[in-house]
């Protein structure tokens, strides 16, 4: 089976930086996707990781750990707008999986004046 | 513009009936998909289509069902067998992988199902 864990809810206070962690357990691993989701909406891209190391885009950076089974998302310099869900989702090798996502529950960021 | 449309936005039906939500794209992408997402909780794949005529269960078929006639639709039916049909549906498509690193899926604005 497939395992996806991350916190439920953080708060944070604007202008600070916030992490959210994402672990899994998974039958094989390809790669790592975070998606951004305001209440109601549609799920936005952020960031996909497939290789060791920190991807940097802006405020936003997404790092992963192979070995660990381990995700973080850390946004800096945090605005009101970033109130939201942040969703980890892991993609299987392409030939057991057909492009399928697998998502974790979701992590609700509260970000406070 | 290109996109990934769902309608209605919001749609209430009453116990028993069967109801079929819309989800079209016009992105040409190949890949289609369906998720549910009850409150406060994450996305699960009921179905998805890697191309036309031919589709997949996902985790949490039961209940539902699809067809992909077409390339641009990828229709769901929310059967009078799904036990807990109240959620938010959202439709997803994606571009045949090929050689590219990563598959990003486009979601559409979903659908806010309620069972009366």
């Known amino acids: 089976g497939q395992n996806i864990d991350q916190p439920t809810e953080m708060t944070a206070t604007e202008g600070a930086i916030v992490q959210i962690n994402c672990t899994y357990q998974?039958?094989?691993?390809?790669?790592l996707f975070w998606y951004q989701q305001h209440a109601g909406e549609a799920p936005t891209f952020l960031s996909y990781n497939v290789l060791d190391g920190l991807e940097e885009k802006g405020r936003f950076s997404s790092f992963l750990s192979r070995s660990k089974g381990y995700s973080y998302l850390l946004l800096k310099e945090l605005q009101m707008k970033d109130s939201a869900s942040y969703l980890c989702a892991v993609t299987l090798p392409r030939e057991a999986a057909g492009n399928k996502l697998t998502f974790g529950g979701g992590t609700r960021v509260l970000v406070k004046p | 513009d290109g996109g990934i449309t769902q309608s209605p936005k919001y749609l209430f039906r009453k116990e028993g009936q069967n109801v079929t939500l819309s989800c079209e794209q016009n992105l040409n992408h190949d890949a289609m998909y369906w998720y549910r997402q009850d409150p406060g909780q994450g996305l699960r794949l009921i179905y998805y289509?890697?191309?036309?005529?031919?589709?997949q269960k996902g985790d949490i078929a039961e209940g539902y069902s699809v067809s992909r006639e077409k390339k641009e639709s990828f229709p769901l039916t929310v059967t009078s067998a799904q036990k807990n049909p109240t959620a938010f549906y959202l439709c997803?498509?994606?571009?045949?992988?090929?050689?590219?690193?990563?598959?990003?899926?486009?979601f559409g604005p979903g659908t806010r199902l309620t069972v009366l």
């Open positions: 997803a498509s994606s571009p045949r992988l090929g050689g590219a690193l990563y598959n990003e899926q486009f």
């Open positions: 998974t039958s094989g691993f390809n790669g």
């Open positions: 289509s890697q191309i036309v005529n031919d589709f």
